[in-house]
């Protein structure tokens, strides 16, 4: 069963304009993670969020976890045509297991048009 | 550089010829993972190695057999391939496999089953 699901599927912006991308899991999770796959590569590690954590930043990202409502958003400010690609957010299983597999969901395309 | 390498990058074969899809990781990571990327449905996991001689299930580990003989290499083997393994696959590796780490992908193998 997917645990991590992304909204919207697909988000289309202009260059300079801020990119918000949302993520919502089932159960618990001790981590959430956020990854970037551009048109033929593999999937390439952003940002991880603890599940104590509210907020973290990292450059042009700002990375959001509610807890209560068991979602996540992913925030790209002055997006460039460069940010164009697929992102996901994985969680784990929780409950104190933090070990093996983490669960990816089915992505946001991002188009940022020049 | 570090690295995850994957071969063959693109293949196409036929029903029941097996064949291997090799993985090597020069991070001296533990963890390594295969996933299956299709339209819909996101990354799921196929199986996942916590460290050498230790392989498990992960989410569709149907028509697939890995080993994990050294702790470089994870190749994923197709004993009798059918159409409906045609996929995106790649491979990943973190450092112990726990969920608060990274995980780093290889470019992936994109198989074709006719």
């Known amino acids: 069963s997917q645990q991590g699901e992304e909204d919207p599927q697909a988000l289309s912006i202009q260059e300079g304009e801020n990119a918000t991308m949302n993520c919502s899991y089932k159960?618990?999770?001790?981590?959430l993670q956020w990854y970037r796959q551009n048109s033929g590569r593999g999937l390439v590690h952003l940002i991880l969020i603890r599940s104590n954590e509210r907020e973290k930043h990292s450059g042009r990202l700002r990375v959001t976890l509610d807890t209560s409502k068991k979602s996540s958003s992913l925030l790209i400010t002055a997006s460039r045509a460069a940010d164009t690609a697929s992102y996901f957010c994985?969680?784990?299983?929780?409950?104190?297991?933090?070990?093996?597999?983490?669960?990816f969901g089915q992505g946001t395309i991002l188009t940022v048009h020049p | 550089e570090a690295q995850v390498t994957q071969n063959p990058r693109y293949l196409i074969t036929v029903t029941g010829k097996k064949l291997t899809v090799t993985c090597s990781q020069n991070?001296?990571?533990?963890?390594m993972s295969w996933y299956r990327q299709d339209p819909g449905l996101g990354l799921r996991q196929i199986y996942y190695?916590?460290?050498?001689?230790?392989?498990d299930k992960g989410d569709v580990p149907e028509g697939y057999k890995v080993s994990r003989k050294e702790k470089r290499n994870f190749p994923l083997i197709l004993e009798s391939p059918s159409p409906n393994q045609t996929s995106l696959y790649f491979c990943?590796?973190?450092?112990?496999?726990?969920?608060?780490?990274?995980?780093?992908f290889g470019d992936g193998t994109r198989l074709s089953i006719l």
């Open positions: 159960t618990s999770i001790n981590n």
């Open positions: 994985a969680t784990d299983a929780g409950g104190g297991t933090s070990y093996g597999k983490l669960t």
């Open positions: 990943a590796s973190s450092f112990q496999g726990r969920s608060n780490q990274p995980q780093h």
């Open positions: 190695s916590m460290n050498v001689e230790v392989t």
């Open positions: 991070m001296n990571h533990e963890y």
